[in-house]
């Protein structure tokens, strides 16, 4: 079985995206960081505060249809707690989206205020959008997009060859989202990304993989593993490992001679939850003890 989850990073790609973030944070007025609800804090890259130095920001849990909604409620009210405004989204149907360009305007306030006294207020407020892969950048820049589709002329000695969309009469994104690596050097945070999808299967060993997820699920969702036809006494006393035969076996997935086919039954396991299928769950949970 695969060691905990590890990945190596290039050193090459992580300077390229810090350059990149470097020099697209000097043309905005916001950096909107979109994070998946479901792992909030694993979800992001920690090294983005050092990038973007003292430009405001705004945390965007997405994909809160996927996640607990008592557990987001939580760490709505945790990020509120530590200073940083966030806001949670389903950024696939669009709930939640009215509540972005008032948070935008509060967040930049000061900023409004101040142009309007310089006689600046037709300048629009720009913002770039930056995340991890998969958590849903495009569907937020495609939904705050949606009424006003209008790609705005690049200005000239602004910026060059960049694209902004106006997403109300004051309010314009560039376009191409940041994207950044996910970095972890806990497992538990590695494992969270590999549950929803965040780090890609290949490097990861599918089997020991849905044995941690059933296994967390034992200890925190017990009741949804009936969709598995697992019942309380059924699970009783069973390794880990067993759980994942257990599922396979409910399910009718054997090779000959009886087995399980526990690699299927794995795959079955990860792409249920990641499609939702077990309802609303939260990964992980705000931390107990303040933290910057
Ligand atoms: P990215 O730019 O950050 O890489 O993410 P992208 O928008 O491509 O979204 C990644 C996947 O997450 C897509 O699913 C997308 O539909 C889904 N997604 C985005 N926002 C939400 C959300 O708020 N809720 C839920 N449940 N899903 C969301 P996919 O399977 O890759 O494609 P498809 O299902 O759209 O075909």
Redesign the pocket.
Known sequence: MAQSPSIQWFPGHMAKTRRMIESHVKLVDLVVE?TDARIPQSSRNPELPKWIGNKKRLIVL?????ADPKITAQWLAWYQAQGIPAIA????TGRGMEKFLPKVREILSEEISRREQRGMAGRPLRMMIV?I????????INRAAKERRTRVEDRPGVTVGKQWVSIAKDVELLDT?GVLWPKFEDQAVGERLAFTGAVKDQVMDVELLAIRLLSWLREEYPQLLERFKMTPSDIEGLEDYELLELAGRKRGMLVSGGEVDTLRAATMVLDEYRG?KLGKLSLEIPPQEEQA
């Not at 997405?62 to 996927?66: E, L, M």
């Not at 989204?89 to 696939?92: I, L, M, R, S």
């Open positions: 979109i997405n994909k809160c249809d996927a989204v389903d950024a696939k995340g892969p998969n958590v849903g950048k495009s569907s937020f989202p939702g």
